[in-house]
């Protein structure tokens, strides 16, 4: 049977590696499917105990009373009689300290496992009551003092635990559910008497939330400080205000805000419902459930709970190199039989090409068992031990077995180290491309691809 030309044979290589493209594709779609299911039972998992939290305030909510008087025409006859209507003045504090202390819990359902939190927040916010009320349109003496609220917001109420506390000049305040804030459309409130109190006055509150994923802070305030400690030891600052001062070790992290009313672009007074839309503030992540004007929510301040490490984006990554591995594997064949002399046939491609794209399916299922490093050890071993036995029967040596046993270790070995430099993994990449194709060019320089060059020296 007449031998195939080399460029034969290297088409025939390339075809059977993209037939196998479709299983590296079938299996990043199971990658993806995995992921899926992972989201839903962590949210299953987390249900009921709270969501991504958002904390807003404390703002001062008093109630006054506008009459229109009556309105009549030319003619003097009454269009419209006298109304009465009610109005809220909102007065966001002149200054708030707030301190929180997230403490993070891992919680598993199978092979599921998700990261909750109990934000315990304390601190003390200092409101001023305006004298110049005229420019707001609130006539004078118009506030009923007496039935003021002070209203807290809540990204998610149901997270918020049994026994906030809220004290105004030593006295604790009885609380109500719903109201919130300008910010933070849910939450809780308070009623206060600001009649015995003096035109400034500060409150101290205190409560814990729970809630999974992130937490933030929307602020409202002349001057909010917010200071953030948690022994989660990988967080990601997000949010429209990042921190001052942050510091992050192996016994977790730290932050502190700094965030002044004039970055926020609001004013502190305002009557409820005629507040203009806030500005865009920087990179705005909008928080769950904000209150906040057509063009936008207002800017936050957060910190996600991230995970360390994220398998299925790992996983995900990993695959994308499968064509690397075939690539490499299969180049490695053919020089073994284009220069070698050793015939390798169609299915044994195909065969030692299924090895490698079954390799991404072990990593995922070991690695939702065993972690991600102990399942790429372990697949990897196998994988290719598998094919190195494999190249020994099939080029008949097994030395050369071994030749295509160190080409899959190096490759396996080039991958971890490309999964975990992120930052360089393009660099990584391509210079070990570079020397595998400048590699195969020097094999090569001297190979007659198409047979044509020996023949036509027979003619002449």
Request: aromatic fraction near 10%; charge should be positive.
């Amino acid at each position: 049977m007449e031998q195939p030309s080399p460029t034969a044979k290297l088409l025939r290589a390339i075809g059977i590696a993209a037939l196998l493209s479709i299983g590296i594709f079938v299996t990043w779609l199971l990658v993806y499917d995995r992921q899926s299911q992972s989201e839903q039972a962590r949210g299953s998992i987390a249900q009921g105990w709270g969501g991504p939290q958002t904390i807003g305030g404390p703002e001062l909510s008093i109630p006054f009373t506008v009459t229109s008087p009556a309105a009549t025409d030319a003619a003097g006859r009454v269009v419209s009689s006298a109304s009465t209507t009610e109005k809220r003045l909102i007065i966001a504090p002149v200054g708030v300290d707030l301190a929180t202390k997230v403490l993070p819990e891992r919680r598993a359902r199978s092979i599921y496992e998700v990261v909750v939190y109990r934000a315990e927040t304390q601190g003390r916010a200092t409101f001023a009551l305006p004298t110049d009320l005229a420019r707001l349109g609130v006539p004078a003496g118009a506030l009923e003092l007496n039935r003021a609220e002070l209203r807290f917001g809540v990204g998610d109420p149901k997270g918020l635990s049994a026994n906030p506390v809220v004290r105004v000049a030593g006295r604790q305040l009885s609380l109500g559910p719903g109201g919130g804030t300008s910010t933070v459309a849910t939450g809780f409130y308070a009623p206060v008497d600001l009649s015995t109190l003096g035109v400034r006055f500060s409150v101290d509150f205190a409560y814990a939330l729970r809630g999974n994923g992130s937490i933030s802070l929307a602020p409202r305030a002349g001057d909010t400080a917010w200071k953030v400690s948690s022994p989660w030891q990988s967080p990601s600052f997000i949010g429209g205000f990042l921190p001052e001062q942050r510091s992050v070790g192996k016994d977790g992290f730290s932050a502190a805000y700094r965030i002044g009313n004039l970055a926020l672009g609001r004013s502190l007074l305002f009557v409820e419902g005629t507040e203009p839309p806030p500005p865009p503030v920087g990179i705005v992540v909008p928080p769950p459930r904000v209150a906040g004007g057509p063009d936008g929510a207002p800017a936050t301040a957060g910190i996600d709970l991230m995970e360390p490490v994220n398998l299925y984006s790992q996983v995900d990554r990993a695959t994308k190199y499968g064509f690397l591995f075939i690539g490499f594997t299969f180049l490695a064949f053919l020089l073994f039989d284009i220069i070698g002399g050793v015939r390798v046939s169609p299915i044994e491609y195909l065969l030692a090409g299924a090895a490698l794209v079954l390799f991404f399916v072990l990593l995922l299922a070991f690695a939702e068992v065993i972690g991600f490093t102990p399942a790429y050890l372990l697949a990897a071993a196998a994988i290719a031990g598998l094919n190195t036995a494999y190249s020994a029967a099939v080029l008949k040596s097994w030395r050369r077995g071994a030749v295509i046993g160190g080409i899959l270790a190096g490759l396996f070995a080039m991958l971890y180290i490309l999964l975990s430099l992120e930052a360089f993994s393009l660099l990584i990449g391509s210079l070990l491309l570079f020397a595998a194709l400048a590699g195969t060019m020097y094999v090569t320089r001297r190979l007659d691809w198409t047979g044509q060059r020996k023949d036509a020296a027979e003619v002449l």
